[in-house]
């Protein structure tokens, strides 16, 4: 069955660390989300890209970075950790770009910046 | 930018009673999508409305689209334990899926 996975699931680092998060997903969707939650503040939109070689900014993106180079994965970087971004990560997908379709969640990263 | 609000933050029921929580968009919408998080689990889709005035029912849900597209509702009757979790709107604005997550409605219910 076709699935979406991220690792690792739970990930302590310390501030001013780089740490990368993986996504991978084998619905062969072209579209892919980044988003963090957070108490009080729902799912915010950190990056999103439309197919390979694609990447676009969303609401929360300062401090973060990705690159989709194929179609399966969408590694989310934070490039020097913080404290702030002590948050739970999912990433998702969807089919296509054109039509609004349901977005497929990963299990989630816990991740701690102390 | 766009924002998507929700209201109550917090739900608490008594099991068989009915509730609704309430969306609303700063901007109109092309469609809004609902999803349910568990505790401790992601968000899974439960449903997207797509044209003004639109209502959708899954059993005891019933999701309605405000006709300016602004706003949506989630009404659930006959309160049951396994609807405990987190009920969260999304509005998209162009159709391209990317999606502007309101902050969710907590419910708890009482058994």
């Known amino acids: 069955d076709a699935e979406i996975t991220q690792s690792p699931r739970h990930k302590i680092t310390e501030t001013g660390r780089q740490v990368t998060l993986a996504c991978h997903q084998t619905w062969n969707h072209n579209n892919m989300f980044w988003y963090r939650q957070d108490l009080g503040h729902g799912l915010r939109l950190i990056h999103y890209?439309?197919?390979?070689?694609?990447?676009n900014k969303g609401e929360v993106s300062d401090g973060y970075s990705v690159s989709r180079s194929n179609t399966e994965d969408l590694p989310l970087t934070l490039e020097s950790a913080a404290s702030s971004q002590t948050s739970v990560y999912f990433c998702?997908?969807?089919?296509?770009?054109?039509?609004?379709?349901?977005?497929?969640f990963g299990p989630g990263t816990r991740l701690t910046v102390l | 930018g766009q924002q998507v609000m929700q209201i109550p933050q917090y739900q608490h029921v008594q099991e068989g009673e009915d509730f609704t929580t309430y969306c609303n968009s700063s901007t109109t919408l092309s469609n809004i999508q609902w999803y349910k998080q568990r505790p401790g689990g992601h968000p899974v889709f439960l449903i997207q409305l797509v044209k003004s005035g639109e209502v959708k029912k899954q059993k005891r849900l019933t999701f309605q689209f405000g006709e300016a597209k602004k706003n949506s509702s989630l009404h659930i009757t006959a309160t049951q334990t396994t609807d405990v979790g987190t009920y969260f709107c999304?509005?998209?604005?162009?159709?391209?899926?990317?999606?502007?997550f309101g902050g969710g409605t907590r419910v708890l219910v009482k058994p």
């Open positions: 998702a997908s969807s089919g296509q770009r054109d039509r609004s379709n349901e977005q497929f």
């Open positions: 890209s439309y197919g390979v070689q694609d990447t």
């Open positions: 999304a509005g998209d604005k162009a159709a391209g899926n990317k999606l502007t």
